[in-house]
């Protein structure tokens, strides 16, 4: 004879009952979980710390005394404010021809933060001995909503080839 929760008893159905609760409060964490995470994009500033640390690897304007300023990156973004350091993050930065010959840099910055921030970003163009191929452009803001990325881009304003570039940002104002 089958028995029934019934039949057997009270506490065995409370325990039974409380058994099938537990399964499905399992149930349900265990799908919330699966649905918390990180918002994109998450930014780790370690790695971009440890290659500051050992100097560029590519060209770099390089001080007329060594030793007395850290090289500079070519053909990079330096952040020179110290405030927005661990809130925005360089993902990638690139130049390439117009179809008029002039030279194009695009910058993509990420906002690595939950709060919106606003940065301002002007490119140098330099020829091939790193001198000034033309003046430095004007700042550009750029707004970039909590977790979200945002493109800066800058063209040179002669068709006089620059080798490099070098493109500064600063907490906007």
């Not at 918002?39 to 290659?51: Q, S, T, V, W």
């Amino acid at each position: 004879m089958t028995r029934t929760p019934e039949d057997q008893g009270p506490g065995r159905r409370t325990t039974t009952v409380r058994a099938a609760m537990v399964l499905g409060m399992a149930a349900l964490l265990a799908g919330c979980t699966a649905e918390l995470r990180e918002p994109r994009p998450f930014c780790d500033f370690a790695p971009i710390e440890e290659e500051a640390r050992a100097g560029p690897s590519g060209p770099a304007l390089l001080p007329k005394v060594p030793g007395s300023m850290t090289p500079m990156p070519l053909n990079a973004v330096n952040i020179i404010d110290p405030v927005i350091i661990n809130k925005v993050m360089v993902q990638e930065s690139r130049a390439r021809r117009n179809e008029t010959g002039t030279a194009q840099v695009w910058t993509r910055i990420a906002n690595c933060t939950d709060f919106p921030q606003q940065v301002e970003l002007r490119t140098h163009f330099l020829d091939e001995g790193q001198a000034p191929a033309e003046d430095a452009s004007a700042w550009q803001r750029l707004m970039l909503p909590p977790k979200s990325i945002g493109t800066y881009r800058e063209s040179s304003i002669s068709t006089i080839r620059p080798a490099y570039y070098y493109v500064e940002m600063r907490e906007g104002t």
